[in-house]
């Protein structure tokens, strides 16, 4: 047969071409004389394209520390491609990014899911993969298999195990009914708060995950609003948290909502039925800059004034957005690692320097917080207050308290 | 008829030659892209079998390449009863599992044609993500699951990208060669008869039942192979990594590529891979146009130029990227064949 001779010959053409398309250059990439490269995979279309302002945010910030010189005389070039919050893209635009564009390192990739996706494929590469904008405690557990990757906001079981405290010292008689999102985000948030609840957690009467990819959660909450709650905790995101609001407000339930500090947004609390939203209690560890408390801070000056002078396409609603502050707080704590992670940085240098931060002042966020890390305690940003929505604003109060996993 | 032949196989080695040396000439990341392209193209092999020769229409490949994609999968992490199976060998199983589900899609196929054959595949294509969420434990659930990276084997000296194109290329130059086979032979002519009228071809004695349930049979072994590549590639699956619209942008690589042809189909993989992933670059080259102004990193203008490139292309090709191949190279065939 003349095919099957033609198509061992391509074969042997093929391994032969194979065998010359070896060597390929190997120094250390996305660090040159006068550049550092770090790339981002975000949702910018999609159920969660809001919280893709975060990588918005920490871009302005690169750029206003480049008009200032840089880091160490190298400007930093920051790349962030739409992932859709679908982890499936966001491994497509990692690979892209590590392998095409040659990235030194990611930064703040956003979702759960979406960097579980790509953790092993960054580690076996030595990629390291910083600050990542997910509070999965895994992210800073993990750290002996996984020693390239470090996360940066509060891990979400800590946040759980302290809705679950506040709950036994301020509620008499709880009877909890959870909506979670049923992936590590949800299942994280539950747990903790079990363990905060302690002998407690047989208060819990009924809880319902959704699906992330589902259409909307209604039908869960008139599901838990069957089991006579008095707490709703709503560990949902982005629209799943909107219509958990809007399903309590339609239903005619008046349970003590607590909600998980991704979704507080205040953006978000601002356009829910407020009779729903009233009084609802979420933690807090950035700056927000819709609200009246923070209105001449020198925080939120800085941020109002780098957005506007370095953001791309800002309308007057981005300089209230916490996503935009969350980005900016942590592109602030990026540049203080490669400040540290020497004169040339390398991906082992930047690493350690990631892993030995004691940051004070970071403009973005509470006054008070330090965000520290070594080797074996790899949350960053560890010190959170409990805050209640009234008025159109979310009202800190309490001391700082200890998010840090023991 | 022999000089079609002969086009056909010098067209073939010259394929085989293009994909051989490409890798020498583009970068390693390139090469990442042009295999998912192989993925594709092999996948519109099998739609191409189906719709294109057999004429029964599916919206629903993506779950065949689901299907491929979650065998690999469970099969190089999990394994057989706690034994993994190296990647490559899982690539046949995924083929051949697809290849079951796509007979038992092909006998309600039997009763059914045209837009109501379309609708049940497509209810297969909108139900298949919801699976791997009802068994979370076997399946990982919306949180997938995380492959090995891909490593070329028998000590060969590929980056893993290298690696992943030539097996993809590998593989869809042979499965090109299969249907090309199949095609130009008694199945080919009874698949095509069945296209043009069933009544027809069933008085000429052809067995309308097994040859439509043998297409989709095929066409799915087509797709499972390429999940089962596309799975190793990505080193992760999810429900989200086959979605609904997976299924479409196929359809759509059909038509462009052109049905009933099996080279075109190349331009329709390449079309579905950069308009999904390169829209931004086009969206910058649409602004060297006077009076446009897109900003590429909007949200939505992938879909925008998507929509937008497709219709240009079908009301320019309405015939696909084959037909255009047709009608280049009738002139010279006719005109080369008559003398002769």
Known sequence: MVGVRVLLVCLLAAAVAAAAAGARPNATPGVTANEIHLGSSVPLSGEAA??????????????????????????????????????????????????????????????????????????????????????????????????????????????????????????????????????????????????????????????????????????????????????????????????????????????????????????????????AANGAISIVFGKDPASSLWKSDKGIRLFQSILKQHGQDITSRDLKDGYFTAGMATAYTMVNTLKKAGRNPTRQSVMNAATHLNEKGNPFVLPGIVIHTTPKSRFPLTQVRLQRWQDNNWRPFGKLISARPR | MKLKLVLEILGFVALAVLVAVMPSFVSDFHSREFAIVGMYFIALLGLGVLTGYSGQISLGHGAFMAIGGYTTAI????????????????????GVVAGLAGLLVGVPALRLSGLYLALITFGIAVSFPQLPKKF????????????????????????????????????????LAVAWWLLRGPTGRALQAIRD??????????????????????????????????????????????????????????????????????????????????????????????????NPKQPGISSAIFGAVLILVMLLLPTGAGGLLRKVFRPLTTRLYTRS
């Open chain 2, 136 to 175: 979370g434990g076997f399946l990982g659930g919306t949180s997938g699951q995380i492959l090995n990276l891909v490593k070329a084997p028998f000590g060969l000296d590929l980056t893993p990208n290298d690696w992943i194109y030539y097996l993809t290329w590998g593989i869809a130059l042979v499965l």
């Open chain 1, 50 to 275: 809001i919280a893709g302002n975060v990588a918005r945010g920490a871009e302005a910030y690169f750029k206003y520390v480049n008009a200032r010189g840089g880091v160490n005389g190298r400007r930093i070039k920051f790349t962030y491609l739409d992932d859709g919050y679908d982890p499936g893209r966001a491994v497509n635009n990692t690979i892209r990014l590590v392998q095409q564009e040659q990235v030194f390192a990611m930064f703040s990739s956003l979702g759960t899911n979406n960097n579980l996706a790509v953790r092993k494929l960054l580690n076996d590469n030595k990629v390291p993969q910083l600050f990542v904008s997910s509070g999965a405690t895994t992210f800073g557990r993990d750290y002996k298999k996984y020693p390239w990757t470090i996360g940066y906001i509060p891990p979400y079981s800590e946040e759980g195990a302290i809705f679950g405290r506040y709950i036994v010292k301020n509620i008499k008689k709880p009877k909890i009914a959870i909506l979670y999102q049923d992936d590590d985000y949800g299942r994280d948030l539950v747990s903790g708060l079990r363990r905060g609840l302690g002998a407690k957690a047989k208060s819990i009467v009924a809880r319902v995950g959704y699906d992330p990819t589902s259409s909307d959660v209604q039908p869960q909450v008139t599901q838990l609003k069957a089991s006579k709650a008095n707490v709703l905790m709503v560990f949902a995101f982005g629209k799943f948290s909107l219509q958990a609001f809007n399903a309590v407000s339609r239903l005619n339930w008046k349970p003590q909502i607590f909600v998980n500090d991704v979704s507080s947004a205040s953006a978000l609390m601002s356009i829910v039925p407020q009779k």
């Open chain 2, 197 to 294: 009228s069933e009544v027809a071809a069933a008085s000429s004695g052809i067995n309308l039942a097994f040859y439509k349930t043998l297409a989709f049979g095929i066409s799915a072994f087509y797709a499972g192979v390429a999940g089962a590549l596309y799975a190793m590639a990505s080193a992760y699956v999810n429900p989200d990594t086959f979605p609904i619209i997976l299924s479409i942008y196929l359809v759509v690589g059909l038509a462009v590529g052109g049905l009933g042809s099996l080279a075109g189909l190349i331009a329709g993989a390449a079309l579905i891979y950069f308009l999904q992933n390169h829209a931004d670059t086009v969206a910058r080259w649409v602004n060297h146009l006077p009076a446009v102004d897109l």
């Open chain 2, 75 to 94: 099969l190089s992490v999990d394994g057989i009863s706690g034994h993994p199976v190296r990647d490559i060998w899982t690539i046949p199983i995924a």
